[in-house]
């Protein structure tokens, strides 16, 4: 891979980011370095709003990380991210970190079939139809979204999915949380 080319195609955000939090420096990182970045399982861009905060800025988008397949857990918290899209060919994602943001749509994790951790909190996130194939998903948070309903989840989450934090939500009616206990057997969760 030509990482040099990779490197001037980020946008500034970007650069400034993986500097910040993986190369430690600013300057155009050796090919080793570039490597190291490419075969990593592990990210975390906490922004400044964060309590463990290791940027100093906000990103506004994910575009930097689309070609790092090899990402197992992310975490792009405390940001101004609105939209999940960039992420959509990482699909060995296990543990998904995207609390408070501005997102308002799990579209782009479909394809995530592997994920087991999902804390998409404090953001605003209308539905879950997204999430309907990732059966795997042992832990769901989405509290504090603007979620009208769950549809999305099926009985085949139950399974698995042991921690589900819904509530509160705002919009969310008590029929749609009985019908998800009873229907689905999806404990539904107040923080």
Request: aromatic share 10%.
């Amino acid at each position: 891979m030509d990482y040099l080319h990779w490197w001037t195609s980020l946008e500034v955000q970007w650069q400034r980011a993986f500097g910040e939090v993986f190369f430690m420096h600013s300057t155009i990182p050796s090919e080793e370095e570039a490597e190291r970045l490419f075969s990593t399982e592990v990210l975390r861009f906490a922004g400044p709003g964060a309590a463990y905060a290791n940027m100093d800025f906000q990103l506004h988008n994910l575009s930097g990380l689309r070609a790092l397949k090899q990402l197992k857990i992310l975490v792009v918290t405390h940001h101004d991210i609105r939209t999940l899209d960039d992420l959509k060919d990482i699909t060995g994602l296990k543990s998904l970190f995207i609390f408070n943001n501005v997102i308002d749509s799990l579209k782009g994790i479909e394809q995530m079939k592997d994920l087991e951790q999902l804390y998409a909190h404090c953001n605003h996130i209308h539905n879950l139809q997204p999430v309907s194939g990732l059966t795997n998903l042992r832990e769901l948070y989405v509290h504090y979204n603007q979620l009208e309903n769950l549809s999305g989840l099926t009985a085949e989450h139950s399974e698995k999915l042991h921690t589900f934090y819904c509530k509160p939500n705002d919009k969310l009616k008590q029929k749609e949380l009985i019908h998800t206990e009873i229907n689905l057997g999806i404990r539904c969760k107040s923080l």
